[in-house]
């Protein structure tokens, strides 16, 4: 993978938005080449929405194109959800 990483060329606007648990066979490749937002999520979607929006800086969120807010606000929402279910998981 990270050998294939390393050859592949996106097109210039391609972005990736991948929610993760901490995990030891993760690629460190992918994590280096990536901008991570890492958090310990307090419980439910609200608040864990709340939670992620707070840790990014305000001025990346005030200096983008309204998608650029909406995608931010997406990735957190898109996150919050999958913590959440994972609670309820066997």
């Given at each position: ?17 991948l ?12 994590l280096?080449?990536?901008?991570l ?18 840790g990014?800086p ?29 609670r309820?998981?066997?």
């Amino acid at each position: 993978l990270e050998k294939k990483l390393h050859t592949l060329t996106p097109q210039s606007g391609f972005c990736l938005f991948l929610t993760s648990d901490i995990h030891p066979k993760l690629p460190t490749a992918l994590l280096r080449t990536s901008d991570l937002v890492v958090s310990d999520t307090p419980t439910g979607i609200k608040a864990t929405v709340k939670h992620i929006l707070h840790g990014i800086p305000s001025t990346r969120l005030n200096n983008g194109v309204a998608e650029q807010r909406r995608l931010f606000l997406l990735a957190a929402w898109f996150h919050a959800v999958v913590i959440e279910r994972l609670r309820y998981a066997p």
